[in-house]
Structure formats: structure tokens, C-alpha cells
């Protein structure tokens, strides 16, 4: 691969308590481009997203060993508060999570806490409702409660709060999984569109769409990186009998 790495990891082990979940997990993640992490429930897979972004910081029974890198910055750099991280990496949730407020707040907020301009904040607002093609479908009601979009918009509000912080990195866990067929489609399509301006990260169960999204893919199994290559390498030509068995709907 010749892609320049946004986020790595080398000798990545995660223990939850006794219980070693991440094993030796050495990835590079190409920058601008989709990278699906694709295994079993239960492999590791939601742990290994949230180890970019820091989320299990608070945890007091997790252990982290080994290198987690987006450039040539530690992630876990105690010098660097995890605050700084999510600026630079965002996350989207399964489940749409917007905040209890109006569409225009919910954008609004973060820029607000990131000490942004406010004269700046309502062009910053458009700006990500549009990227996040949810502008034409809202822009009449910005006051409404977010909690009043269809579940397809409020995820699509969800992913116009990440994008207005101008992250480097989107991870997004299962962000379809609570979607019609037509949301989730429509997911994808905004998923193609910010590979231009993000390095994005998706977890997924579902086959069909990381051969249509993802530009790289990734097979966790038991904890390790089984394979990593180009989607249509790992899906066309995987170099093992495990990668294989699992593409191919052998076992899941
Ligand atoms: N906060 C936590 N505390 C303790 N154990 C956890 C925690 N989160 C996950 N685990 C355990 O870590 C292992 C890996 O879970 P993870 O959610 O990363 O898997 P996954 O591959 O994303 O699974 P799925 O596809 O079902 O979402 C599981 O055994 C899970 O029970």
C-alpha cells in the first residue's frame, strides 16, 4: 500500500480487566479513504474504534499497551488531553445520538464549546447540514427538536455535529445498523462524499456494504488482525482460510 497512514498501530494489546481482548494488532489506516473493520461479534472490533478516539479512558479496569498513532502523535500521549484527540478525531454512534436540543443547537453546541468564532457559527451550521445533505430537508425548521427527525436524518445530524469540528478522522461504529435500507443508503452515499475531506473508519456486519463503501478492509478475529488489504483483495483474493470462511458467509 502505497497510501500515506492517518492512524496506526503497532503492538496494540487491550486487557479489560483479565480479559485480553485487542492481541498485537499492528494496522495502518490510509489517509482519505474508507476502511471497513469487518469479523465475528465479539472480535474486537467496536474496541478497537474507540481505542482511536480514547473512549475508554475512563474506564479504571483497562489496560492499553503498544503504539496508537494518528500522524506521528501519540494518542495516548499524556501530555494530550482526550479532548484535543476528539477534535481531530470524531465519532459516530450506532444508535443516532443527537443532544436534547434544536437541529441548529446540536451543531451549534460543539462549536460553541471549541471557543469558535460565534459570528462564524451560523455559516459553520449550514456548511455541515450541507455536507451532511441534510440542509435542503431541514433548513425551514433549524429550531425544531432534533429528537423529531426521522432516525436516517438524525444520524445524518449526528455526522453534521462531527464534521463541523473539521476533524482529520471519522470513526463511525455500525452507523447504519439502526436504518431503513433507504437511510442506510443514503448513509453511504454521504460516506463516499466525506472520503474526500476525512480518513474514515467504519465498523460493519453487513458484507454488502463494506464491499460497496470501503476502499480497504480489515478482518479481526478472536482479538487479532487477521488480514488487512485492498476490499476487493479481501473479499476477492484473501490470503487466509479464516478471512475466507468468513467473507464467504461460512461462519459469522
Ligand atoms: N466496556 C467493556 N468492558 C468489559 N468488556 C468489554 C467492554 N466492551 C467490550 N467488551 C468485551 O470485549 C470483547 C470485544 O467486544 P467488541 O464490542 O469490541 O466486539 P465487536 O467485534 O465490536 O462485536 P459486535 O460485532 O458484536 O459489536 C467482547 O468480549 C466484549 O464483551
Not at 484535543?84 to 441548529?104: A, D, L, S, T
Not at 451532511?132 to 445530524?157: H, M, T, Y
Not at 443514503?186 to 454488502?208: A, C, G, P
Not at 476487493?232 to 487466509?240: A, D, L, R, T
Request: aromatic share 8%.
Amino acid at each position: 500500500m502505497t497510501n500515506n497512514k492517518k492512524l496506526s498501530t503497532e503492538g496494540l494489546n487491550l486487557y479489560f480487566s483479565e480479559k485480553h481482548i485487542l492481541k498485537d494488532v499492528a494496522i495502518g489506516i490510509p489517509q482519505n479513504k474508507i476502511t471497513a473493520l469487518i469479523g465475528p461479534s465479539g472480535c474486537g472490533k467496536t474496541t478497537l474504534l474507540r481505542t482511536f478516539n480514547r473512549l475508554h479512558d475512563l474506564l479504571d479496569y483497562v489496560k492499553i499497551t503498544g503504539k496508537v498513532m494518528i500522524d506521528d502523535t501519540n494518542i495516548y500521549d499524556p501530555k494530550i488531553s482526550a479532548v484535543e484527540i476528539r477534535k481531530r478525531i470524531g465519532m459516530v454512534f450506532q444508535k443516532p445520538n443527537p443532544f436534547p436540543k434544536n437541529i441548529y443547537d446540536n451543531i451549534a453546541y460543539g462549536l460553541k464549546v471549541n471557543n469558535t468564532d460565534p459570528y462564524r457559527i451560523p455559516q459553520l451550521v449550514e456548511q455541515s447540514l450541507r455536507e451532511s445533505f441534510l440542509w435542503d430537508e431541514v433548513k425551514d425548521e433549524l429550531k425544531k427538536p432534533a429528537i423529531q427527525l426521522s432516525g436516517g436524518q438524525q444520524q445524518r445530524l449526528c455526522i453534521a455535529r462531527a464534521v463541523a469540528l473539521r476533524p482529520e478522522v471519522i470513526l463511525m461504529d455500525e452507523p447504519c445498523s439502526a436504518l431503513d435500507p433507504f437511510s442506510s443508503l443514503k448513509i453511504e452515499d454521504l460516506i463516499r462524499e466525506l472520503r474526500k475531506s476525512y480518513t474514515v473508519v467504519i465498523v460493519t456486519h453487513n458484507m454488502q456494504q463494506a464491499q460497496r463503501l470501503s476502499d480497504y478492509t480489515a478482518f479481526m478475529y478472536l482479538g487479532q488482525l487477521i488480514e488487512f488489504g485492498t476490499t476487493k483483495e479481501i473479499f476477492n483474493n484473501p490470503q487466509h482460510d479464516l478471512t475466507k470462511n468468513y467473507v464467504t458467509g461460512h461462519f459469522g
